[in-house]
């Protein structure tokens, strides 16, 4: 049975297409309606937020092969591309950029939402949680190339564009191998049931590896620096 991802749009089993505001860039596949070409830039980080919160249930999750049948809308993993020397990361553009495509060295920060398939799409960590002392989102910031983040986002990042938004479901051996990649949840609690289920010695011993640590991130790369 080929596994799914699914996405709960609305009450029907129709894909629906909405307005997303704020937006300059074009929308790809048909997924949004209308995109505004007169936002600010200043508004433009706030598009992946919109996407979860104007969408209340635009969450993919890996259901387990017996339970793929809804009543929603089920986007199949045929949508996705496997992204070249990746190691099996799949992507699947939701919104291109218009920006520069980072390379090695480049400073590049990112906002995320990060998901479980173990946990049926669980969220463990989202950058728009993070908040300063004025209270808007902290993006994630790292180097790319360095090795401190794990390999999935570090691949998914540096084939886009700034301003793009990509969704890559990301296999074990490019997730976490330890509990110091980045980007680790900075609440205790979620850092602790994220790491206990992927390094799980149990359930691992079983077989259950291929599965255990396939994460689901959506990823919007929001500037680059070059340093």
């Known amino acids: 049975m080929k596994t799914i991802i699914e996405c709960c749009v609305s009450t029907s089993a129709t894909r629906v297409c909405t307005p997303l505001p704020y937006t300059k860039y074009r929308c790809n596949n048909n997924m949004f309606a209308t995109c505004s070409a007169s936002s600010s830039i200043t508004r433009r980080p706030l598009s992946l937020s919109l996407i979860s919160t104007t969408f209340s249930a635009f969450i993919f999750s890996l259901p387990p092969p017996l339970s793929s049948s809804s009543s929603f809308s089920k986007f199949p993993v045929s949508d996705f591309f496997e992204i070249p020397n990746s190691g099996g990361v799949k992507a699947l553009d939701l919104l291109d950029g218009s920006g520069e495509v980072p390379s090695d060295g480049d400073q590049v920060a990112i906002h995320y939402y990060g998901r479980l398939a173990a946990k049926q799409g669980w969220r463990f960590d ?20 360095s090795g401190k983040v794990i390999t ?14 990509r969704r890559v479901i990301i296999p074990p051996s490019q997730g976490y191998q330890n509990t110091s990649q980045e980007p680790i949840p ?7 049931r994220l790491f206990t ?31």
Do not use: C, W
């Not at 989202?126 to 190339?145: A, E, I, M």
């Not at 900075?186 to 602790?192: A, K």
């Open 186 to 192: 900075p609440n205790f609690f979620d850092r602790q």
């Open 152 to 165: 999935g986002i570090d691949v998914a990042v540096r084939s886009m564009k700034v301003g793009g938004i």
């Open 126 to 145: 989202s950058t728009y949680d993070h908040k300063d002392d004025n209270g808007d989102p902290n993006p994630f910031v790292f180097v790319l190339g």
């Open 197 to 227: 289920t992927i390094f799980n010695p149990t359930r691992l011993a079983n077989g259950e590896g291929s599965t255990l640590g396939t994460l689901i991130f959506d990823i919007e790369l929001v500037s680059l620096r070059h340093l």
